[in-house]
């Protein structure tokens, strides 16, 4: 039966049996409101005074007159909250203050309609009027998205048609968060209180129930946009020179997406990449990742944050490469009857996601799934290089969290762990249809299809690119020996913008040089620049501003220092020409070089080649 409780902090509510001691119930209110049962008070009435909740241990909630749908007043002094343990899912007091993410909250300040022109063969009304064939339909209309081809509601979408995310109570405090997120580990300590914490003890009330996998009817992201394709071939070019596989963080932000109802998709700015050793079908990933913070601070200043991950998987579809009709084209490992993200893939999406989970002011704990996206680039089955975008379901996040998966030997599937002395698995069970289309429940054990935890998210590129980030030309990091980073290169480059203060084209080609996001966070592990400094460099570089925010940096105490750098320790380069006459200016000689169309290093008249990347200058 369930029994509600009223107090300070909202309204709970507790699933108990008649027969239970009223000590069960106890527990559960004392937990969910962080106090302890010596300080709490309950009673049939507001302010009636009640009886402390100790006093009614050994008496069952029937003999209390405790039925179904009771409620109760409590009355409680706030205790600091017990250190949670490993095993405990974190919670969050009902309708407590959660900041979520701006997208987020912009939809929930919309109603998300879908609009719909006049019908001419049907509407019989004017052009103010509205009927039947031209309303405008719910988010979550099915009709709506099996026309578009839309295979997942968005998450606002999915809110509203469960009817949540349109109340304004969630700021009262009676307000009782409706979303849950999927948690499969043994609750420590038990809610019964009957016996010692699991592993010593275990019960009906603190084991999780059975599982059944179901697939995703909703995703958090719908669709992954790469700003520029200059992303992709940054990671393309690696493979073609050493053959090898390579995966980075997506760096980016979120925005509405207009072809989904209430959509939202991420756009890739920049992609960062982590130490790793790539082999031929694989890479070995450096963790953990001693730059992430720093790549976290570097991406805030430029208004972005980490949105995901991609890796590639790459092979030649002739690697003998003898078949001239295969020259340029890939193999295609992941199709239909293949697999399009492995186990371990899934796994691993899994773990991410759960590193970055979506702050949630309708979840209990204040948080709810994930808008961390994971990517692969592959060959399609045209043998064509393409990208992929996917998610992974919210159980996936908690059954990896419970540990209690791990990956098979076959890509396509998933294993389930045994329960062990510290690890309890419940039974596990998924859906399909079988040759007669009858529905069947079968046993995830040992094994299960590891698309049952996927999510697919649409992916592509603007048809009008405006990207934060306007050159790539910057090596980019943990290359060693293909891309090497130094200090030397930018001093050399910072020598060729002496005349930047006064001529407006100089000063347009040294904001796009400094507008790279390689650059940036080399700069910044370089502690060259203070960080009032660095927040300066990445507004001008992400604004693309040549006049104010270009004046800031170039009076800045950590550019006077990258000059007076250049000036005594960068070698003379071939692109310095003979000093100027007395009748010779510095715009006259900036305008007589040579910008590169690659890096707009300023090179001598007459040049054929850059001097700093070695491309033709034509």
């Given at each position: 039966?369930?029994?509600?409780?009223?107090?300070?902090?909202?309204?709970?509510?507790?699933?108990?049996?008649?027969?239970?001691?009223?000590?069960?119930?106890?527990?559960?209110?004392?937990?969910?409101?962080?106090?302890?049962?010596?300080?709490?008070?309950?009673?049939?009435?507001?302010?009636?005074?009640?009886?402390?909740?100790?006093?009614?241990?050994?008496?069952?909630?029937?003999?209390?007159?405790?039925?179904?749908?009771?409620?109760?007043?409590?009355?409680?002094?706030?205790?600091?909250?017990?250190?949670?343990?490993?095993?405990?899912?974190?919670?969050?007091?009902?309708?407590?203050?959660?900041?979520?993410?701006?997208?987020?909250?912009?939809?929930?300040?919309?109603?998300?309609?879908?609009?719909?022109?006049?019908?001419?063969?049907?509407?019989?009304?004017?052009?103010?009027?509205?009927?039947?064939?031209?309303?405008?339909?719910?988010?979550?209309?099915?009709?709506?998205?099996?026309?578009?081809?839309?295979?997942?509601?968005?998450?606002?979408?999915?809110?509203?048609?469960?009817?949540?995310?349109?109340?304004?109570?969630?700021?009262?405090?009676?307000?009782?968060?409706?979303?849950?997120?999927?948690?499969?580990?043994?609750?420590?300590?038990?809610?019964?209180?009957?016996?010692?914490?699991?592993?010593?003890?275990?019960?009906?009330?603190?084991?999780?129930?059975?599982?059944?996998?179901?697939?995703q009817p909703y995703r958090m992201v719908d669709h992954v946009e790469f700003a520029h394709p200059a992303l992709i071939e940054g990671l393309l070019d690696i493979w073609r020179k050493t053959a090898t596989q390579r995966c980075g963080f997506l760096l980016g932000h979120y925005e509405p997406y207009p072809d989904v109802p209430m959509g939202i998709k991420a756009v890739v700015e920049a992609?960062?990449?982590?130490?790793?050793?790539?082999?031929?079908?694989?890479?070995?990933?450096?963790?953990?990742?001693?730059?992430?913070?720093?790549?976290?601070?570097?991406?805030?200043?430029?208004?972005?944050?980490?949105?995901?991950f991609l890796f590639t998987d790459l092979e030649p579809a002739d690697p003998t490469h003898t078949n001239a009709s295969q020259a340029g084209l890939v193999a295609c490992k992941r199709h239909a009857t293949s697999f399009f993200l492995s186990g371990q893939e899934a796994l691993m999406a899994a773990q991410w996601q759960s590193m970055h989970k979506n702050a949630c002011r309708w979840s209990?704990?204040?948080?709810?799934?994930?808008?961390?996206?994971?990517?692969?680039?592959?060959?399609?089955?045209?043998?064509?290089?393409?990208?992929?975008?996917?998610?992974?379901?919210?159980?996936?996040?908690?059954?990896?969290?419970?540990?209690?998966?791990?990956?098979?030997?076959?890509?396509?599937?998933?294993?389930?762990?045994?329960?062990?002395?510290?690890?309890?698995?419940?039974?596990?069970?998924?859906?399909?249809?079988?040759?007669?289309?009858?529905?069947?429940?079968?046993?995830?054990?040992?094994?299960?299809?590891?698309?049952?935890?996927?999510?697919?998210?649409?992916?592509?590129?603007?048809?009008?690119?405006?990207?934060?980030?306007?050159?790539?030309?910057?090596?980019?990091?943990?290359?060693?020996?293909?891309?090497?980073?130094?200090?030397?290169?930018?001093?050399?480059?910072?020598?060729?913008?002496?005349?930047?203060?006064?001529?407006?084209?100089?000063?347009?080609?040294?904001?796009?040089?400094?507008?790279?996001?390689?650059?940036?966070?080399?700069?910044?592990?370089?502690?060259?620049?203070?960080?009032?400094?660095?927040?300066?460099?990445?507004?001008?570089?992400?604004?693309?501003?040549?006049?104010?925010?270009?004046?800031?940096?170039?009076?800045?105490?950590?550019?006077?220092?990258?000059?007076?750098?250049?000036?005594?320790?960068?070698?003379?380069?071939?692109?310095?020409?003979?000093?100027?006459?007395?009748?010779?200016?510095?715009?006259?000689?900036?305008?007589?070089?040579?910008?590169?169309?690659?890096?707009?290093?300023?090179?001598?008249?007459?040049?054929?080649?850059?001097?700093?990347?070695?491309?033709?200058?034509s």
């Open positions: 039966m369930i029994v509600r409780v009223r107090s300070k902090d909202g309204q709970l509510r507790f699933q108990v049996e008649a027969s239970d001691d009223a000590a069960v119930l106890v527990a559960q209110i004392a937990e969910a409101l962080h106090t302890d049962p010596s300080r709490l008070t309950l009673s049939d009435a507001p302010g009636s005074g009640g009886r402390a909740a100790s006093e009614l241990a050994g008496h069952t909630l029937e003999a209390l007159g405790i039925k179904h749908g009771h409620m109760l007043f409590a009355e409680y002094e706030a205790a600091a909250a017990p250190a949670a343990t490993s095993d405990a899912p974190p919670t969050a007091a009902p309708g407590a203050s959660v900041q979520e993410h701006p997208i987020d909250v912009y939809w929930s300040r919309e109603r998300g309609l879908i609009a719909r022109a006049r019908d001419a063969q049907f509407c019989r009304h004017g052009e103010k009027g509205m009927c039947d064939y031209c309303m405008p339909l719910e988010p979550y209309d099915v009709a709506y998205h099996t026309e578009h081809g839309i295979k997942h509601l968005s998450f606002h979408a999915y809110l509203r048609q469960q009817n949540i995310g349109v109340d304004t109570s969630a700021s009262t405090s009676a307000y009782v968060p409706p979303l849950d997120e999927e948690t499969y580990r043994v609750l420590t300590p038990c809610p019964s209180g009957q016996h010692a914490p699991w592993p010593a003890g275990i019960c009906t009330k603190c084991q999780p129930s059975a599982i059944t996998l179901q697939r992609i960062t990449e982590p130490p790793q050793a790539g082999d031929l079908d694989g890479l070995t990933l450096g963790w953990p990742w001693d730059e992430e913070a720093l790549v976290q601070r570097v991406a805030g200043w430029c208004g972005l944050e980490i949105v995901g209990r704990t204040g948080a709810f799934n994930s808008k961390f996206v994971t990517c692969v680039l592959s060959g399609n089955p045209e043998g064509v290089i393409d990208v992929a975008a996917y998610q992974v379901s919210g159980q996936a996040m908690g059954m990896v969290e419970a540990d209690m998966l791990e990956a098979s030997v076959h890509p396509t599937t998933v294993r389930v762990k045994p329960s062990a002395d510290t690890r309890y698995v419940p039974d596990v069970f998924f859906r399909y249809k079988n040759e007669y289309k009858i529905d069947v429940k079968e046993s995830a054990a040992p094994t299960f299809p590891v698309e049952y935890l996927l999510v697919t998210c649409t992916h592509g590129f603007p048809t009008d690119p405006n990207p934060r980030f306007l050159s790539h030309a910057f090596p980019i990091e943990n290359r060693p020996g293909l891309h090497d980073q130094s200090l030397d290169a930018v001093l050399a480059q910072v020598r060729a913008w002496p005349h930047a203060v006064t001529d407006a084209s100089a000063r347009e080609a040294l904001a796009r040089w400094l507008s790279d996001w390689h650059l940036l966070l080399f700069l910044a592990k370089s502690e060259l620049f203070s960080p009032e400094d660095m927040q300066g460099l990445c507004a001008a570089a992400t604004t693309h501003d040549a006049r104010d925010a270009l004046e800031r940096v170039l009076a800045s105490p950590g550019w006077q220092t990258l000059v007076t750098m250049a000036q005594m320790q960068a070698p003379p380069t071939p692109s310095e020409a003979p000093a100027p006459s007395d009748e010779a200016s510095p715009e006259a000689s900036a305008a007589s070089s040579i910008a590169c169309p690659h890096c707009t290093f300023l090179n001598a008249p007459g040049s054929t080649d850059c001097d700093v990347c070695g491309l033709p200058l």
